[in-house]
């Protein structure tokens, strides 16, 4: 969904064209005919779900409403990324493929169609809202891996622009479900988990509950490194607004859809 407010920190190299501004009027989920004030309250808490649904149909409505949210994707370009990752391709190389299998899912659950796309070594670079899959390839191209792996600052980027009530429809859409593509741990893995929690606890304004704000972690490559700090954060944050999978749950028959579910449900 789009969103005017970017920062002047991230607003570094090349970026994507403006979006349009995020819509400011209801709209059912694809596949939802739920009443609005049904939608809203599956948005706005999804584990309530199971006591607003009878039948097995309001249910599956339910659920599509609940998977209505912004989605932003964070992709790592630390220096690692432009190793070997099998096939005469790189991690970088992999990380782009992901997004291009993602996204055209996504935009089925993203009520504007628009999704952010965030960089990340030393430095943040908003990239600008994807529109389109097209745009992916051309994104990728004018960045390339260089730097270390600074997560804590992305978060703290992504998180401080686009969690729950920053966003201008936050009332239409309050969940925001955070993508992280990575390939290995953290320069400071203190200071991510500090920087989640402090989103994730309602007491500092950003959301109503815990359900409002999902992150999901997604490894590319297979270092050990990054499996551990993964675990760490899937296992450790409380409330658990984390879930961390393998790249190869995109390419399995359903697997995005249920890494968006996990997101928020597991």
Known sequence: MG???????????????????????????????????????????????????????????????????????????????????????????????????????????????????????RNVDFVGELTSASQVQQAFREYSPGGSTNLDAALLEALGTYAGT????????????FIVLLDGGADDESAVLRTIRHFADPANGYIANHTQIAISLVQIGDDDVAERFLKTLDNTVDPDICDTKKDDILYQAGGIDKMLYDAIFD
């Not at 920053?166 to 009332?171: G, L, Q």
Request: aromatic content about 8%; proline content about 7%.
């Open 166 to 177: 920053k966003r201008p429809n936050y009332e239409l859409v309050p969940g925001t479900t």
């Open 3 to 121: 969103n005017t407010c970017t920062s002047e920190s991230s607003a570094r190299g090349w970026q994507l064209p403006p979006a349009p501004a995020p819509a400011t009027e209801f709209v059912n989920a694809k596949g939802s005919d739920v009443p609005k004030q049904y939608a809203l309250a599956a948005r706005a808490n999804p584990d309530l779900i199971h006591t607003m649904a009878d039948t097995s149909t309001e249910l599956s409505d339910l659920k599509k409403e609940a998977l209505a949210r912004q989605y932003v994707l964070i992709v790592d370009k630390s220096t690692s990324m432009g190793w070997g990752d099998g096939a005469g391709k790189t991690r970088w190389d992999s990380a782009r493929a992901a997004v291009e299998t993602m996204v055209l899912t996504i935009f089925e659950h993203d009520i504007d169609h628009t999704v952010p796309l965030y960089f990340f070594d």
